[in-house]
């Protein structure tokens, strides 16, 4: 069954450094999603992609937080300066087509620690 | 602002016992979510639910949805251990935007 896949699973960084979270989202979707969750809190939103641009983003998705699909497979998330409080598992989520009685389908998750 | 709020938060129970949980949300939406997540782990889709008077089972969970008390319910039967995770209910607005989660709901069940 097809399915979402993140890299890594797991990044370490110093505050202040960039950091790229990678997502393949399922093929045949159109809308893509970055979530968060800091540990033992809620999934909270952050963006939401769609025909190649920024459909909706959240307060928390400031200037220092970038989304890129550089090419046909791949969905970027950046983050340019991280600081402590950016440590929390991202995920990447997909969706296939609005209309479809269907759900967003979330990848495994990188867990992303700033020291 | 869409809120969506859960309870309880967290849950013991026993295997075989029957329980509800309930999520409540603050705007008008047809659509709502259940998926389940197992310690770090990513969420896994449990149910959509996307009319008033929406109602799912699988196995000994079952899931309904009355969007005029904009409130859904998790209804699990004869508990087992495999069931232990966190439960998070979701709703969003309109096909393809934003979820919005609830707090999510820590089950336990005991042997």
């Known amino acids: 069954e097809p399915e979402v896949t993140q890299t890594p699973s797991h990044q370490v960084t110093q505050m202040g450094q960039e950091v790229i979270l990678r997502c393949v989202p399922i093929?045949?979707?159109?809308?893509f999603y970055w979530y968060r969750q800091i540990l033992g809190q809620k999934v909270e939103f952050l963006v939401s992609?769609?025909?190649?641009?920024?459909?909706?983003k959240s307060e928390i998705f400031d200037d220092q937080f970038s989304v890129e699909r550089p090419d046909g497979s791949n969905f970027t998330l950046k983050i340019r300066s991280t600081k402590l409080e950016d440590s929390a598992m991202y995920f990447c989520?997909?969706?296939?087509?609005?209309?479809?009685?269907?759900?967003?389908?979330f990848g495994p998750g990188t867990r992303l620690t700033v020291l | 602002e869409l809120k969506v709020e859960q309870n309880p938060l967290f849950l013991s129970m026993q295997e075989g016992k029957n329980y509800t949980i309930y999520c409540n949300y603050s705007?008008?939406?047809?659509?709502l979510y259940w998926y389940r997540q197992d310690p770090g782990k990513s969420l896994e889709s449990l149910f959509v639910?996307?009319?008033?008077?929406a109602v799912k089972q699988e196995g000994r969970l079952m899931a309904s949805l009355d969007t005029k008390a904009r409130l859904s319910t998790l209804h699990i039967t004869a508990a087992v251990h495999d069931l232990s995770a966190t439960y998070f209910c979701?709703?969003?607005?309109?096909?393809?935007?934003?979820?919005?989660f609830g707090e999510g709901t820590q089950l336990t069940v005991n042997p």
């Open positions: 989520a997909s969706f296939r087509l609005a209309g479809v009685t269907d759900t967003q389908y």
């Open positions: 093929s045949n979707h159109l809308y």
């Open positions: 992609f769609y025909n190649n641009e920024i459909s909706e």
């Open positions: 705007t008008t939406s047809d659509r």
């Open positions: 639910l996307l009319s008033n008077g």
């Open positions: 979701a709703v969003d607005i309109g096909s393809g935007s934003r979820l919005t």
